[in-house]
Structures are given as structure tokens and as C-alpha cells.
């Protein structure tokens, strides 16, 4: 089969490389799509230090069901499928109590670090246990169920804490952020406020639901929240994760309310604990995903979330270097991109 493989940080390389097998609970998908996410953009240059070449990275993908391995029933060749980019164990403590992004033997498609290689779906086929594959609901294309992977981080985050009737800010409109003001919208916030840097997110925050777009270069940025809102937000969300973001959802929030830390951008911030613990404020860490692909395509299916706005270009899997390197050097225009298999079957 034909890969694209980070043979150097640097450096992809589209090349034969061997097909994977259907081990016994697997099943073989023929990839045909694969979004690029911003882990394996930064993943490229070595910064992270979990995508050590030689790799084939890629964990945002959807295609169709090639073979079937030894045990699975329930699938068959030929079936439109997603599947989770967490290959959880499904026998750990974590899994066991549904909490599956947590699985003590944890490993990522497409990541290569000191602990594993796992490689991902740059590729025309990948090797998926069955028990991370989802069917597509009818009139969900290929490249939407792409994108449901980063739908599920943003389900996930806003399912963290009671979202109904509260007023929610949002720190940071990316891909995740502007997914979260979907989301919110959908489980039923009552005011969706967006803060970013960029004056093209913000009006991009303002076209996927948001009450209001403040810019953080305005200096009465928290000002402006706590007057809009009354007491301050019921919850804020982080979707960046620096200094400037965290301290920001801590002074937003009102007393009594929920932040909840999505980015993580920078290893450590200053925490000021005499905030937390006098305003009493909850603090969520949210990684990942625990398994809401149903719910995230149901969204999708019933048009509630519309994520093909967040792509910025789709590009053939041999032209992944050249793109991928488009965005790492942040070309105008370029966020998210999604590699095609075989011409790009919708």
C-alpha cells in the first residue's frame, strides 16, 4: 500500500509500505480520508516528542471495512466506519468504568514515543481493534465523520460540567474551541460567548453560534464577560492552555461556577488558590474523548453541528508533505486540512 511517513522531522515521504493484517478482533479499513490535526503538525517538527520518525501518523479518519479478522461479528466488508483514535484496552480499572481516555494502557493512532509505535491512517489501510469502530449514519459524509474525532474532544469538554441554561465563555476559537460553541449550542447553553486573539476566529466564533466575540487584546476583555453575563460565567472553558487563557477563565467565572481546562499549550501555569478556594470555583481537566462518536455523528446527522466549515482544503494523500508544511508555517487560509485516499470517494 502507499503511506505517507515522517522519515525525519521534516521530512514526510509518500511510499510503498506494508499493508497491515487483520490481527484476531481487528478489522482492515481502507482509508478514504484522513484530517491532519494540530498535534501532528507540531508532532512533525519533533516539538512533542510523540511522533519519533519513522512513523505514519494520522488518527482523524473514516473509510470503509476491507477485511474482517478472526471473532468479529456485528461488521462486514464494505461498511462506511469511523473509529476512536484511542486504542483503549478495554480491560483496565478506566476502561471497565467507562472512562476509556483514561485507560492505563492508553496508546494514540499515528503516535510513535519512548512507551509505543502505533501506526496511524496516512496511509490506504489501517488495522482497528472492532471495538473502536462506529457505523456512519446515512448522509454522513467521509470527510464529516473525519472530523468527528476532534467533535468528540470538544463533546467531551462540554459534557464536563451541567451545560443546560448556562452562560458559557469560551477561551480560544480553534478547532476545538469553535466545535465546543456548537456543541454548547446544542446541549442547550444559554449564552455562548467566544475570546480570541484573531479577528477573523472571532468572526468565524460568531458564524458557529456565539452570543459574542470579544477580541483578548481588548483590556476590558473580563469587563465586558462580567457585565454581559451579571455574576460572571457559569462556566468557562479553556481551549488554549497558557498563562494568559488560565488566569483569564479563573477571574471570568462567577462564584460558585466551573472551569474547565481543555488546552494545554504550556506544561505549567500559576494557579492562584486563594480565588479558587474563596470563590469556590471547580476545576475540570478534560482529555480526549471516552467514547461519545455516537453522540458527535448523531449531532452531525441531524445537522446540529456543521463541521465542513472547519476545513480549510482537501489535498491527496502524496501532496501531504507539501500541506502539512503549508499550515506548519501558517499560511493564510490554512487551519485544517484532510488527506485523500484514491481520489477522495465522498
Known sequence: MKALVLEEYGRFVFQDFHTPTAGKGEVIVKVEVCSVCGSDVHGMDGSTGRRIPPIVMGHEASGTIAALGEGVEGHSVGERVTFDSTAYCGECYYCKTGRVNLCTNRRVFGVSCGEYRMHGAFAEYVAVPERLLYPLPDGVSFVEAAMVEPLSVAYHAATRAPVQGKSCVVIGAGTIGTLLIQVLRALGASQVIAVDIDPGKLDFATHCGADMAISSRDPDVVARILSYTGEGADLAFDATGIQATFSMALDITRKGGDVVLVGNL????????????????????SCASAGEYPECLALIAQRKVDVLPLVSKCVPLSEGNEWIHRVHRGEDGLSKIVLMMNGGNL
Open 266 to 285: 504550556a506544561p505549567k501555569v500559576e494557579l492562584m488558590l486563594q480565588s479558587v478556594v474563596t470563590r469556590e470555583l471547580t476545576l475540570h481537566g
